[in-house]
């Protein structure tokens, strides 16, 4: 919600929310593909007499090129052979908020238009709103909660980007899980950054240092899916903006050593009625999820290989579901059970759920959030049944034929030939998301990285 404003704006609340706050500059982006948050600072004046209902326009690059700002060749959607045109940024005023730590300054999210004032199909955010009113049409509204893990680096990221991300320090050193006395030391970090993001309107119920040196694990309020991919996109942003004040670097990277524990972005969620039920809640059996909760979670199950790219969308992603390591790795569910893909918490109340484990912190919220929610609905739709829980160590009892794809390449290979996922999500969007995936590998493919340096300089 917004800071002293309605969900509905009027130009008369705008003008008194700019006074009352002291807002000076408005901070209005969208976000692209790999979920960062791109756009603009709008001075006031020109935010209420203009941008608040008409948008702004910005270059359709943010859709052409990747997270280093590198061109993408070989786009239909745009490139050197459309000449880079306009799209419209079109301020969501629901999203409008005070920025706490940048006095004089509000931030809006906003959703893409193309210039003739139809959404942008490839925009994440639109993808998720699609994906949002096909719950609608069935009867439901989608619930999400977000869990992300990161790590806390010593120096901020252009001191080390100057030395090559080489020799990293992290803020503590072992491992020290759900340590309280440990995480007394950082308090002042994570303590700023839970009641920051509070008075962002942005609510961190619980956080504790996690498995990896340094790293530290937040858990966010369940709320209506969009505004869960809203809170978890900009949270990430939030804390590295946050961090950096205080000298660090804070990374949500899926697995930054391969000696230290990955990072995790686990999505909790649920379908409630329009009538207000809690669709998973089984009143009769509250050691079993309801029916059209074991058809939602049947979905995701069947459904998790082909949308694995959007779990996992990174070469690095990987790293993190490379053997037991607490991440989803196989098609599999249980009942709370952390060794699975889908872990299962039934009861007969509003804390009924499933938490999709495979994503990693890495992900875009918007397309995990999407992905997850597509599939479910697509197993309700079909009244699928899922397949035997495993019990124990899933890692172990996984059946070869589940086992997700193991690579950015073979998960892109899989999610272009899924005819399910083009229904769900739309041809032109999957057909951007798998070129996009193919840039970064092909990125990745013709790097000289130091383990081949290291491994063959001398001996060959």
Known sequence: ??????????????????????????????????????????????????????????????????????????LTYTGWHTGYPDITLLPDLSTLRVVPWEPGTASVI??????????????????????????????????????????????????????????????????????????TASEHILGEIREQLAAYGIYIEASNSEHGPGQFEVNMRYCDALHAADGAMLLKSSVRELAARHGYTASFIA???????????????????????????????????????????????????????????????????????????????????????????????????????????????YLVIAASIAAGLHGVEKGLTPPAPIAGNGYEQAAKDTILPQTLEDAVRVLETSNTVRTLLGDTFVDHFVATRRWEIQQFRAAVTEWEVARYLEHI
Request: hydrophobic share 35%.
């Open 255 to 365: 697995k930054l050593s391969s000696e230290w524990a990955g990072s995790s972005g686990h999505c909790h969620q649920s379908l409630v009625g329009l009538d207000g039920a809690r669709a998973f809640a089984n009143s009769e059996d509250e050691a079993n999820l309801s029916a059209v909760g074991e058809s939602f979670m049947a979905g995701v199950v069947e459904l998790a290989k082909e949308m694995t790219a959007f779990y996992l969308p990174t070469i690095n992603s990987y790293k993190r579901t490379e053997g037991a390591t607490w991440a989803g790795s196989s098609a599999t569910w249980g009942f709370d059970n952390r060794t699975v893909a889908l872990r299962a918490i039934p009861g007969s109340g509003p804390s009924a759920r499933i938490e999709n484990r495979i994503a990693g912190a890495d992900a875009n919220p």
């Open 110 to 183: 906003c959703d893409i238009y193309s210039m003739d004032g139809t959404p942008l199909e490839l925009s994440p955010r639109q993808v998720l709103r699609r994906v949002l009113a096909q719950a609608e049409q069935a009867g439901y509204a989608a619930k999400c909660g977000y869990e992300l893990e990161f790590y806390l680096l010593k120096g901020t990221p252009d001191e080390l980007a100057s030395k090559g991300y080489r020799d990293l320090e992290t803020f503590t050193r072992g491992n020290h899980t759900y340590s309280v006395y440990r995480d």
């Open 1 to 74: 919600m917004s800071q002293n404003l309605p969900e509905t704006p009027t130009a008369e609340d705008l003008q008194r929310f700019v006074e009352e706050n002291g807002i000076k500059t408005f901070k209005v982006g969208a976000v692209d593909i790999d979920g960062l948050w791109r756009g603009k600072r709008i001075a006031a004046p020109y935010f209420l007499e203009s941008v608040a209902t008409k948008g702004t326009n910005i270059c359709n690059i943010l859709f052409g090129w990747d997270m280093q700002d590198v061109s993408v060749a070989d």
